[in-house]
């Protein structure tokens, strides 16, 4: 099946600084990735939704001049987290959807991140 | 109004029984689909089973079986004779419209406890 790869899996940052997340899909390429925010012990909340080589729209909530989406090429999406506080740590998950995937979801999951902000 | 609804926060079930994770939808659009993801605590999301809101037969996938009854708008999942491993986080999650690319909607969740 379908591997989309996420790095790093664990960051540890301190308050204020900028954190990187890259999400790859590694046989297929993705037109439209998706980047989710997970709580501890709570379900997955979309943050926003990127094609490539267009801006990502972002959900109702969420701040587009802190959380930056890249989606630069059809195999790489980057989320990157800017001055990041401690109520920024949570579970970072992407997805990825392509024009040549053959299963019905059609969208397949990095394995995540998880960010601590100190 | 929640796309999604999973009544159960926490579930229990004795090994090599079955089990239904309960969910509820609300969409009026005709064309949707209804996915199931299990999520351990490693915290991977893994595609479990699909219904198309058009499929006439309820949707398996060998020990998992969609109990898909539309005119109550619900998905139940039924797990088959539980296994240990089966222990974990189970999402509910509903996409709207024909798209492949339209956004998903993801229920609470419901964790599943599987005792020896």
């Known amino acids: 099946g379908a591997v989309v790869s996420q790095h790093p899996s664990r960051v540890i940052c301190k308050s204020g600084t900028s954190v990187k997340i890259e999400c790859r899909s590694l046989?297929?390429?993705?037109?439209?990735m998706f980047w989710y925010r997970q709580f501890p012990k709570q379900s997955l909340m979309l943050m926003a939704t990127?094609?490539?080589?267009?801006?990502?729209?972002?959900e109702q909530g969420v701040e587009k001049d802190k959380f930056l989406i890249n989606h630069a090429s059809l195999t790489l999406s980057t989320l990157t987290v800017t001055s990041a506080h401690p109520e920024d740590s949570s579970f970072y998950i992407c997805?990825?959807?392509?024009?040549?995937?053959?299963?019905?979801?059609?969208?397949?999951f990095g394995p995540g991140t998880r960010l601590t902000v100190l | 109004a929640q796309k999604i609804t999973q009544t159960q926060p926490g579930m229990f079930v004795q090994e090599k029984e079955a089990v239904t994770l309960d969910c509820t939808y609300d969409?009026?659009?005709?064309?949707?689909?209804l996915f199931w993801y299990k999520q351990p605590s490693s915290g991977e999301m893994i595609f479990l089973i699909y219904?198309?809101?058009?499929?006439?037969q309820n949707a398996t996938e060998g020990r998992y079986s969609l109990n898909f009854q539309k005119a109550r708008k619900s998905a139940n999942l039924v797990i088959s004779a539980s296994q240990l491993g089966d222990s974990a986080m189970y999402f509910c999650?509903?996409?709207?419209?024909?798209?492949?690319?339209?956004?998903?909607?993801f229920g609470s969740g419901t964790k599943l406890n599987v005792k020896p």
């Open positions: 997805s990825a959807r392509g024009t040549a995937t053959s299963r019905p979801e059609g969208q397949y």
């Open positions: 046989d297929f390429q993705a037109t439209t």
């Open positions: 990127s094609n490539e080589g267009s801006k990502a729209t972002y």
């Open positions: 969409t009026s659009d005709p064309s949707y689909g």
């Open positions: 219904q198309g809101s058009y499929d006439q």
């Open positions: 999650a509903m996409r709207e419209g024909p798209g492949n690319f339209n956004k998903f909607y």
